[in-house]
Nanobody, 125 residues
Framework: DVQLVESGGGSVKAGESLKLSCVAFGGTYSSYRSYCMAWFRQAPGKEREAVAA???????AYTDSVKGRFTISQDNTTKTVYLQMNSLELQVTALYYC?????????????????WGQGTQVTVS
């Protein structure tokens, strides 16, 4: 099985930046290469929502609210996915999850993803 471990969350002030990381452990390299990777977030009292996704050929997708401020990237050699978050706003406070799934075309659907990390907290004040 694949295990996803996120890091990089923290408490920052509005306007500052954070960079989240997600490392995939387990599984084979070929299976890892078959997945698309995504970041989701869930704020208290709200549903989990897709933030960004990246395909193995570096094709990316973003939810409208983060376009221009967040950047998803990956390092396939280390099986790591990043989320650079700039100009952070109060409303992005949430628990951020990394996920791996097979279908980039359904990147925004949580049901697409087979594997999830435990989450890393981002708090903007």
């Amino acid at each position: 099985d694949v295990q996803l471990v996120e890091s990089g969350g923290g408490s920052v002030k509005a306007g500052e930046s954070l960079k989240l990381s997600c490392v995939a452990f387990g599984g084979t390299y070929s299976s890892y290469r078959s997945y698309c990777m995504a970041w989701f977030r869930q704020a208290p009292g709200k549903e989990r929502e897709a933030v960004a996704a990246i395909r193995r050929d570096d094709l990316t997708a973003y939810t409208d609210s983060v376009k221009g401020r967040f950047t998803i990237s990956q390092d396939n050699t280390t099986k790591t996915v990043y989320l650079q978050m700039n100009s952070l706003e109060l409303q992005v406070t949430a628990l951020y999850y990394c996920a791996a799934g097979p279908l980039f075309g359904s990147w925004y659907r949580a049901s697409n993803y087979n594997y999830w990390g435990q989450g890393t907290q981002v708090t903007v004040s």
